[in-house]
């Protein structure tokens, strides 16, 4: 079975479940990611921004900055996804497909050569910052195998950050990538391509993979 197949099957169940079920789903994954040594560590959070049926991240996000978390989401532009500083959720508006974005802020890059708009005596303790990122994802397998939307956004995102060195150091070598899914996203195996970038961990209401 090919990709848009199981996506558009599994999209479909996502889709269903009930919304009772959906918020008892969301409390527990929420529950996880709070608890866990990767998002108590990070000063950076990388956050996507729920849309329709994925798993809601919106109270996730008011945490993270009430935590005191520098918050970025991600905006699409030229055809590439960057993420932006956000201080809160009226930061964001309908953007690239619907999706809510950014309106304003400072990109990633920007900040991360100016965090706070302060000078370069900030660049020693800003190698030392841990960064969480949240990734969306239509399917995943039990080998942490994704299947997400079509576009490649995350792929070749992460792929540009493996390059990103210089003065901010490797940011890889501080990330923690993880997906969230409810249970009803999890199938026993997906087809994949060697350049597919599996997520740290995926996050479910039922465990962590």
Excluded at 15 to 31: G, K, L, S, W
Excluded at 80 to 90: D, K, P, T, V, Y
Aim: some cysteine; charged content about 30%; glycine content about 8%.
């Amino acid at each position: 079975m090919d990709k848009s197949r199981i996506r558009r099957q599994i999209l479909a169940v996502r889709d269903r479940m009930d919304p009772e079920v959906r918020e008892r789903c969301n409390a527990a994954i929420r529950e996880r990611v709070f608890v866990h040594q990767a998002y108590r560590e990070a000063r950076i959070i990388l956050a996507y921004v729920s849309y329709r049926s994925e798993v809601d991240t919106s109270e996730m996000i008011g945490q993270a900055l009430a935590d005191g978390k520098y918050v970025f989401a991600p905006k699409v532009c030229g055809g590439e996804m960057e993420f932006w500083q956000i201080f809160s959720l009226e930061d964001l508006c309908s953007g690239y497909k619907g999706i809510p974005e950014p309106v304003r802020g400072i990109p990633l890059p920007e900040w991360m050569g100016r965090p706070n708009g302060s000078a370069a005596a900030d660049q020693g303790e800003l190698l030392q910052y841990k960064i969480m990122m949240w990734m969306p994802g239509a399917v995943f397998d039990r080998e942490r195998h994704r299947i997400g939307y079509g576009k490649g956004f995350y792929d070749r995102y992460l792929g540009r950050l493996s390059d990103a060195k210089g003065r901010i150091g490797s940011v890889m070598e501080r990330l923690t990538t993880a997906a969230f899914a409810y249970t009803c996203q999890l199938v026993h195996t997906i087809p994949y391509e060697v350049h597919d970038v599996r997520p740290d961990m995926v996050i479910t209401e039922e465990g962590i993979l």
